[in-house]
Nanobody
Framework: QVQLVESGGGSVQPGGSLTLSCKAG????????IGWFRQAPGKEREGVAC????????YYLESVKGRFTISRDNGKNTLYLQMNSLKPEDTAVYYC??????????????????WGQGTQVTVSP
């Protein structure tokens, strides 16, 4: 399994912004499916923002629509999650994921083979 390297987590006040980065390293993102998932204490792991193979479709968790943006820069072999207007309920460990198989159900975490190490995002006054 190829290791993806995440960065950009931290602590912010409500209404603040953060950008998470995920360097793919030996894995070539290309047209691979990509996703950001999060796990908060006492809650299920959930897909936050995902793009299908070749960016044919994009999914956002209902609670982050209009606030979060997923993107990739293939020249830098990196994917990003821009998070604006952060709320305390966004507090969680965030994980990036990628998979080169075209036919995966891209919103389901179990279908991804390549993962980042996780980065903590904390939103509090």
């Amino acid at each position: 399994q190829v290791q993806l390297v995440e960065s950009g987590g931290g602590s912010v006040q409500p209404g603040g912004s953060l950008t998470l980065s995920c360097k793919a390293g030996e894995f070539i993102l290309g047209s691979a499916a990509i996703g950001w998932f999060r796990q908060a204490p006492g809650k299920e792991r959930e897909g936050v923002a995902c793009k299908s193979n070749s960016d044919l479709s994009t999914y956002y968790l209902e609670s982050v629509k209009g606030r979060f943006t997923i993107s990739r820069d293939n020249g830098k072999n990196t994917l990003y999650l821009q998070m604006n207007s952060l709320k305390p309920e966004d507090t969680a460990v965030y994980y990036c994921a990628a998979d080169a198989v075209s036919a995966i159900i891209f919103t389901v975490a179990a279908n991804y083979d390549y993962w980042g190490q996780g980065t903590q995002v904390t939103v509090s006054p």
